[in-house]
């Protein structure tokens, strides 16, 4: 059963502060996303990985950076919060195979 | 790149009714068309997804069609119940490739 996890459920930060998001997963998947939610947007991607080291621009690139040091981890990086980043954070994870694996989520909110 | 539109992105019907959720997608090369159900506070979750070289894909109450020419995907529930009751998804991606989109979402309610 394939297992993806998000560091927090829930985060409260000020503008201009360094966020760190993680996702783990523990299915030995190359490949890793970070997307956003938004009431009316749906889905958006942020960054994805293909492997260790590896990072490709998703749609909304800006104001975020990711790390992949370790295959079953991703961490998404606010360099400096700001309220238009409050959202909800989706990890998710794949294998070979087409399906997605979803994290929990993290919502966060920027005051 | 790809491009994908579902609609509509409220729908309500009565319990026992069907329910029908349309996408469209851009991108002739995609083939592999998942539907994710995001139940309230909860992840997006797959519940079916079909393959270019099929038409037509069941399971129990969800089926999802494809009409590759028209470039649209649907996905049918029928016997609602109130527990189908949340956000659905759909997405479109061609193999092994890492830009899988989604639609914005469909949020359904099934009133008892």
């Known amino acids: 059963d394939v297992k993806v996890t998000q560091s927090s459920r829930y985060l409260v930060k000020r503008t201009g502060e360094k966020v760190f998001l993680e996702c783990v997963q523990d299915m030995d998947h190359e490949n890793m996303f970070w997307y956003r939610q938004d009431p009316g947007l749906g889905l958006r991607l942020i960054y994805f990985s293909y492997d260790v080291k590896m990072k490709e621009k998703g749609d909304i690139p800006e104001g975020y950076s990711v790390s992949r040091e370790k295959k079953e981890r991703f961490s998404l990086i606010l360099e400096s919060a700001s309220t238009n980043q409050t959202s909800m954070y989706l990890c998710?994870?794949?294998?070979?195979?087409?399906?997605?694996?979803f994290g929990p989520g993290t919502r966060l909110l920027v005051l | 790149g790809e491009n994908v539109e579902q609609h509509p992105s409220t729908l309500s019907v009565q319990e026992g009714d069907s329910a029908v959720i349309k996408c469209t997608y851009s991108?002739?090369?995609?083939?592999?068309f998942p539907w994710y159900k995001q139940e309230l506070g909860k992840r997006p979750q797959l519940i079916i997804d079909i393959r270019s070289n099929v038409g037509e894909k069941k399971d129990q109450r969800i089926a999802v069609t494809l009409n590759k020419t028209a470039k649209h995907f649907s996905l049918h529930i029928t016997e609602t119940q109130p527990e189908d009751s949340a956000v659905y998804f759909c997405a479109a991606n061609w193999y092994n490739n890492n830009d899988m989109r989604f639609g914005a979402g469909t949020r359904l309610t099934v009133k008892p």
């Open positions: 991108d002739s090369a995609s083939n592999y």
């Open positions: 998710a994870s794949r294998g070979i195979q087409e399906t997605q694996y």
